[in-house]
Nanobody, 128 residues
Framework: QVQLVESGGGSVQAGESLRLSCTAY????????MGWFRQAPGKEREGVARIHTNTGRTYYADFVKGRFTISQDNTENTLYLQMDSLKPEDTAVYYC?????????????????????WGQGTQVTVSS
């Protein structure tokens, strides 16, 4: 059983930056797909970015390309999301999720039901 614990959320002004962290406890391999997802009030949860922890291959949703960077520290079993140039529309609860995987291809961000483990979420609020 993998437990994911997020941290790093907060309230910032538009244009500022935040870095989210997600530490995985109980991980038994280094072959996971891990992703960041978010849910704004009144909206459906959506995928933000994902990474294959073994290949390092990343993928971003169009609305964060060039502003957000997903990365990992395998020695600490920690996933990061560096968020720059934040906009008010980035306001949401951000969740990290993981799925143990055998191959080299991660489920699409739109297939959230394929991610097995989820964190509790961390609030990000961006004011204009």
């Amino acid at each position: 059983q993998v437990q994911l614990v997020e941290s790093g959320g907060g309230s910032v002004q538009a244009g500022e930056s935040l870095r989210l962290s997600c530490t995985a406890y109980g991980a038994t391999t280094n072959r996971y797909c891990m992703g960041w997802f978010r849910q704004a009030p009144g909206k459906e949860r959506e995928g933000v970015a994902r990474i294959h922890t073994n290949t390092g291959r990343t993928y971003y949703a169009d609305f964060v390309k060039g502003r957000f960077t997903i990365s990992q520290d395998n020695t600490e079993n920690t996933l990061y999301l560096q968020m720059d140039s934040l906009k008010p529309e980035d306001t949401a609860v951000y969740y990290c999720a993981a799925k143990e995987i055998i191959g080299s291809i991660c489920p699409p961000l739109g297939r959230m039901n394929m991610y097995t483990y989820w964190g509790q979420g961390t609030q990000v609020t961006v004011s204009s």
